[in-house]
């Protein structure tokens, strides 16, 4: 068998690729799966927490800002309820009410002459009431609002028929002369008292300061609209709120009494949403009549939307804070309507609004008392309730929404913050897009070390197998890098010690190797010993022309008793290598001659080749030569 082709079979077998993952891949699997499923996890259990708490953020800002516009909304109404009843209750509203109710009773027997008749009429025609259905879209008749009394007619046609130029609010932007010239006490007193009443509008914020008597008559206001010298038990605004508030007050017969209304449309004003608060005057002793007091529409939308300072308040671009009546509808301004007028109409139509509705919300720059506002958050709110929830609103699809009720005496609104939810929820938005890019990003990393450290742990491993499969093919001479200092280490240098003991032993064999060849290519022809030591047992080899030389020394033995062993194998060698020469002179092939006896002196030597036979594994047949 050929040893050196059965070693390069078994080295080819050796690095033929065995079915399975290697131990690269195995640990690069492991490492991955370890590192990739805590990325995962602590990536998970960060992004529930970090996403839970950024949207427990966003609704608890937009609770705090609710909680805060209640509460500036419940100080504030509280306060101009303070401001009312001292007002009311101070000298000055005392003396003011005495005089101007004493003038108005003495107007009792005046009478218009014909052309201040037609002049009141006039104004209601032509000035008033076309204003009046402008607004309001309704239809008046032009005498509706012409008072019954003769002291009301004559406050009319001497001051109301002034305000010829009305604004929004329905009279002129700046408070009329109180002096109507005729000499009368109710003139005088006007004169003596309406500074009283200015100051209550231009430094209390009021829009109107109505005195009323016992009797239910308006018999002084500060901008001399309408309303002045009407009654509020029978007159044209006996329904109004106004007067319910009037007649509340002055049931209680007490000074400490305020009463306050929600919002109405005041007709006087041109159908502006107005509010009321009215206190009666007088002392412990009595009250003399009423001091009502209008709330502006700006006061409340001040309060509720921050002075138009969303953005700067924590509301972003889309939230607000607005008030809800019993009635469902709005008690402040939308947000939308002020900044984006188009979009708001679009908007609230998209969501249900009426189309009517919206047209005149924006025709009157306003949404009090018109926008509708419906859902789950009015409902709780309503029954006392305070919470969030996310849900559709007037204005948008999607909407987080914080809900309170307001809790102001004869006020029945609730506060509604609102906010869309994309906007709110940005910051989830974002957290969630910085945590997945993070996610992919750390396990892009860690996919990268894991494929660099499978490749450091194992390069010793492939340094070896490699090491392994050039000792199989034979290199005896081959080291591997021992410099780590742990088990590769270790396992390194044990290696390299296996190969060197290799090598040695490898070289003994080779010598021992190329000495038995040699000794047995001495005891026959090469020819014959190869044959020998593929296995052959019988060899037999035939030539033609052979001559045979047969020598026999004559008293060799005794003379080798004489001599040493060295010396006898000496003087042979000798002997056989002047056969050699003389066969090569005569030009015929010598053979050594394995069976002359030449003495007990030969047999050392036929030992020496019998072992050397036997090492070769040369242990069967018979040599013979011919």
């Known amino acids: 068998m050929d040893v050196e082709g059965s070693r390069t079979e078994r080295a080819s077998r050796g690095r033929r690729r065995r079915p399975g993952l290697s131990i690269q891949s ?241 007709t006087p004003s041109l159908g502006t949403p107005s509010m009321w608060i009215v206190s009666p005057i007088g002392n412990d002793s009595g009250i003399t009549g009423a001091l009502a007091l209008q709330v502006s529409l700006d006061f409340v939308n001040d309060v509720m939307t921050g002075r138009h300072g969303w953005k700067g308040q924590g509301l972003g671009d889309t939230g607000e804070v607005y008030l809800v009546g019993r009635d469902g509808l709005m008690r402040s301004v939308s947000r939308e309507l002020v900044e984006h007028p188009k979009k708001y109409a679009q908007a609230v139509i998209d969501h249900g609004t009426a189309p009517s509705v919206a047209k005149r919300a924006v025709q009157v720059k306003g949404t009090v008392l018109l926008q509708p506002i419906t859902g789950d958050a009015v409902t709780r709110a309503q029954s006392g309730k305070s919470g969030t929830l996310e849900g559709a609103d007037y204005i948008s699809g999607s909407s987080v929404v914080s809900y309170g009720p307001l809790e102001v005496e004869d006020l029945d609104w609730v506060v509604i913050a609102r906010i869309d939810s994309a906007e709110a929820f940005a910051p989830v938005t974002d957290f969630t897009r910085i945590v997945l890019i993070s996610v992919l990003g750390i396990m892009l990393i860690v996919a990268l070390l894991s494929l660099l450290l499978a490749q450091v742990f194992t390069r010793p491993i492939n340094r070896l197998v490699a090491a392994v499969h050039r000792v199989a093919e034979g290199d005896l001479d081959v080291q591997v890098p021992a410099g780590s200092r742990d088990e590769f280490g270790d396992l390194g240098s044990a290696f390299n010690d296996m190969a060197s003991s290799l090598r040695i032993k490898q070289q003994l064999i080779d010598e021992q190797r190329a000495e038995n060849e040699k000794l047995l290519h001495t005891l026959m022809p090469q020819s014959v010993a190869e044959r020998y030591k593929q296995g052959d047992e019988t060899i037999t080899e035939a030539h033609d022309d052979v001559s045979v030389v047969f020598a026999e020394l004559i008293g060799f033995e005794e003379h080798g008793r004489t001599i040493s062993a060295e010396e006898e194998i000496a003087q042979l060698n000798a002997l056989m290598r002047g056969f050699d020469e003389a066969a090569d002179k005569a030009g015929v092939r010598a053979h050594p001659r394995l069976a002359a006896e030449i003495g007990q002196s030969l047999d050392m030597k036929r030992a020496a080749a019998a072992e050397v036979l036997a090492a070769a594994g040369l242990t069967r047949g018979e040599i013979q030569l011919g």
């Open 26 to 266: 195995k640990l690069l699997i492991m490492l991955l799966g370890v590192s990739l499923v805590s990325a995962l996890i602590i990536g998970a259990v960060g992004f529930v927490n970090g996403r839970s708490s950024l949207h427990a953020s966003a609704v608890d800002q937009l609770t705090t800002i609710r909680e805060m516009r209640t509460h500036e909304m419940k100080v504030a109404l509280e306060d101009v309820k303070r401001t009312a009843s001292l007002n009311s209750r101070n000298l000055s509203a005392q003396s003011m009410s005495k005089a101007l109710n004493e003038g108005f009773d003495q107007l009792q027997g005046s009478a218009l002459d014909a052309g201040q008749s037609a002049a009141l009429s006039r104004y209601y025609a032509d000035t008033f009431v076309p204003a009046l259905e402008k607004r309001t879209g309704d239809e008046y008749g032009e005498r509706a609002f012409i008072p019954a009394s003769a002291a009301g007619q004559w406050l009319q046609a001497h001051y109301t028929v002034r305000n010829t130029t009305l604004d929004d609010a329905g009279y002129e932007a700046n408070l009329t002369d109180d002096d109507a010239g005729d000499g009368s006490a109710y003139s005088a007193a006007a004169v003596r008292y309406g500074d009283y009443f200015a100051r209550l509008i231009n430094q209390a914020g009021y829009e109107d300061a109505l005195l009323l008597n016992l009797q239910g008559d308006v018999v002084f206001t500060a901008y001399k609209g309408v309303e002045l010298g009407t009654n509020l038990d029978t007159g044209p605004f006996r329904d109004s709120k106004l007067a319910d508030a009037y007649r509340e007050a002055i049931a209680t017969n007490s000074v400490d009494a305020v009463v306050l209304t929600d919002f109405e449309r005041w």
